[in-house]
């Protein structure tokens, strides 16, 4: 968030990769998990929360001017009640950190709405996996949908004399694993990321690999997943972005 890094450069970069702007974003958070899809955003004036402890006073200060669209959000609601089983609504619910820390580079002032769509990782991997399949169709009327987490993400192993950009020899496997299933589209395995080398070190908890899942889900036949972005910070904090690539004109990516 704050310094000039190289990761803030590519989000502030990333509008100018899309073919056309999002009708809405729709992001999915590994910091907001509950039993079953819940909807945030449908308020005239979303907020932010700032839900984190002892990093520097900078950033409880940032604020992310949003503001609501209550046509859009109809709409968008009615497409996830055809396309969902079920999901509910938690309108007043501030963005976490998952969504606003890399949104607000791309979209300092949103000229659209952004909601959040809560992550249910009680109900396993290869259900998120689905529940892309399920949000797919929305890119046909121009929703962003983007997943935020971490493909290796383990705070407990961080090197804090780790160079930028290198990571440690196991996390560097287990994503060398990844990009391999993603290459080959091979979906199961990576909705058994402790099946892959390093996973139980990469992947300590799933809440951050599902994002992945969910926009993977989104990729049909004929797209493409590709790499946007890569990097690494204190050896076990993947920076890494993917998009699901459309090589018909007109969709949005999913990031």
């Known amino acids: 968030m704050v310094g000039d890094q190289p990761v803030r450069r590519f989000w502030q970069q990333l509008p100018e990769s899309l073919p056309r702007q999002p009708r809405a974003v729709l992001c999915l958070s590994a910091h907001w998990l509950t039993t079953a899809p819940c909807l945030a955003g449908d308020v005239a004036t979303p907020w932010i929360q ?35 089983a079920a999901f509910y609504e938690q309108p007043e619910r501030p963005f976490d950190h998952g969504v606003w820390v890399p949104l607000i580079h791309a ?36 929703v962003l949908i983007i997943g935020s987490g971490g493909i290796v993400h383990n705070l407990g192993r961080i090197d804090w004399q780790a160079k930028r950009g290198h990571p440690a020899p196991w996390a560097a496997a287990f994503m060398a694993a990844v990009e391999a299933a993603l290459l080959h589209r091979d979906f199961d395995a990576l909705c058994d990321p402790w099946s892959l080398p390093h996973g139980h070190d990469c992947v300590p908890t799933i809440e951050h690999f599902l994002p992945l899942l969910v926009a993977l889900g989104t990729c049909l036949e004929g797209q493409q997943v590709r790499p946007l972005y890569k990097d690494w910070e204190y050896g076990s904090l993947a920076l890494h972005s993917h998009a699901v690539i459309d090589p018909a004109p007109g969709r949005a990516p999913n990031t």
């Open 50 to 84: 700032h839900d984190f402890h002892g990093f520097p006073e900078t950033l409880y200060r940032i604020r992310w001017p949003l503001t609501g669209a209550p046509e859009t959000a109809r709409w968008l609601k009615s497409r996830l009640e055809r396309h969902l």
């Open 107 to 142: 979209w300092p002032k949103p000229e659209f709405p952004v909601y959040q769509l809560s992550l249910c990782p009680e109900r396993g991997a290869q259900w998120h996996l689905e529940l892309g399949r399920r949000l797919a169709p929305l890119r046909e009327d121009g």
